[in-house]
């Protein structure tokens, strides 16, 4: 009988952070693509676009009007999924089948930069460290919110993630409840916590820089890494080298580590297919909710989409969404391609 | 304070089957859409495509050439994602970051028709039975395997949702291993069952035929439903009013029962945006490892994507990959917009 090799046979990996599984066939990857191709956005936009409802000085759908904003610049969410109204509501709890709850909760888009067609990684650290700034800020003020437990900042980039305007922007919703993976995560650490009186994600990354095979970035402050149970083709997770739960925790000079791996990652995404990389990013950190929460620990995600050009990306569909999440390339051989990936931008050279 | 209303206000419903919760937003379904357009598929395809690695009589990928088929027709996956090969492996218990198992199974592809141009709306009731049958079988055969613990059933429907090849086919991975997904949902039977001495989803679906508010299709022997809890803004589930655990427990009134609810919940959801609607599908049931699950039921779930039109579907992106799974539409809603329309496809009209 042949003995398992990780990098050849069909095998599940565990997900602790989820305590969910992953279906790995590293023999898959050599399929024919005969599929859907998805188009590549233009790689020459305009400064400024006066149709572009995130520009500076322009109209936005609820007839509002951005000011000539210069760095980061944020407002509510003109068609919020959450809304800030308190509505009264009697809780039963004798429902099993139609178990139902209003939530509150306040909407945000960050717009990176006045800037229509600079994306994070073509930014100076100056400005990504604004945003992170701008972050900070917003953790503040809505988690300060009486009914704000739980603030969600993330990226949709790429009009193959949903993005509806290349204009670079994130999003903030911030609401009354934990939302579903971020509880997940939350139990898990807890648990971990419980166990072993150390961190889940410290202790994990404390391994990791030991076997150095999904390390793709390393700094004085943060680790990039392709986890060891990750989903998407490309996925990668930014972990503090020191233990901390929250953005508002960082350091000056954390600020500018993270700045610095911030865009050398997504320098190195661009890279890998010569294309402006597509992704859904979001940091993951401790609730609002006034509690300490020794447990968490602050880190982030990439969930990139794209798996073998930039038009050819990863469907998770049938199987993926009936049975579990399936990738064909191996963790260690994206991390291993991300990590020999030049550090300047494809466009400078 | 306003009274909390389901059909207006923020708010989110909870998933018995797999332990979660979906967010929501009624009022955003007014949004307006900048994004990503899909582009359709034609509708005019050829009965026969001389390039189809799927058509009778054509070769494939590895060499073989396809039978001339006169109804569905099953072969091994070319390329697939598990492999049947026995692999040594020791199980080490102490990994707590690095659990990885090796995983056997067999992936089969099913086609549905010898005609390239045939999807299930279009099909006869005999035709479809004859698809059930193919199924029954394949539950049994891969079933009796003994590596073989459950057997997943599946299609993807449109290139949108990964399907490379528009010649009507379906799935299956058989394997060792219960899927995460799947597992969920027998952990939530099981507990209901020990609570309850009854089954969750016939329990439910007695609540679902009395408010009558989320049922799409009744008849005889089926009900296809928008679960409460759905998250894809059509999504549809088919439960048998009979409580059993198999697709291979059907009586011949069921599959004619069940051909007929197939055929006509596709017949109704290509008539909504009158284009060859696309979606991934899949039945839920009984493992095959022996023991014998009276808490199991089966049902089928469908998860379409698209949103507004044929062209503009609902992205699960940044919020929901990192918080949880959104939807803009009420089930109520889509539920009385797929019960409204008709029952004869949009071609024959
Ligand atoms: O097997 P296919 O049709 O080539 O591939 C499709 O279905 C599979 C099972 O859901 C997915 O893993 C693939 O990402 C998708 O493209
Ligand atoms: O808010 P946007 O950018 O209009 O919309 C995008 O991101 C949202 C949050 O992930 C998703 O719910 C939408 O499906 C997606 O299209």
Known sequence: MKNFDINEDPHRRYNP??????LVSPHRAKRPWQGQNETVASDVLPEYDPTCYLCPGNLRANGMTNPDYEASFVFENDFAALKQ???????????TFFK???ERGISRVVCFSPKHNLTLPEMTIDGIKDIIQTWQKEYIDLGKVDYI???????NKGSVMGCSNPHPHGQIWAQSSLPTEVEKTQNNLKTYDDLHQSNLLQDYLQEELKLDERIVIENTHFVALVPFWAIWPYETMIISKRHFGKITDFTSDETTA??????????????LFETSFPYSSGIHQAPTDGESHPEWQFHMHFYPPLLRSATVKKFMVGYEM??????????????????AISDTHYKNK
């Open 17 to 22: 952070l989820i305590n969910e599984w992953v």
């Open 85 to 95: 109204e308190k509505i009264f509501f009697e809780n039963s709890t004798k429902e």
């Open 100 to 102: 139902a709850k209003p």
């Open 149 to 155: 437990n739980y603030v969600q900042i993330f990226e």
């Open 258 to 271: 993270f700045a610095t791996i911030l865009k050398q990652l997504t320098i190195k995404y661009d890279n």
């Open 322 to 339: 009936l049975g579990e999440s399936q990738r064909d390339i191996t963790p260690e051989k994206s991390a291993s391609i991300l990590k």
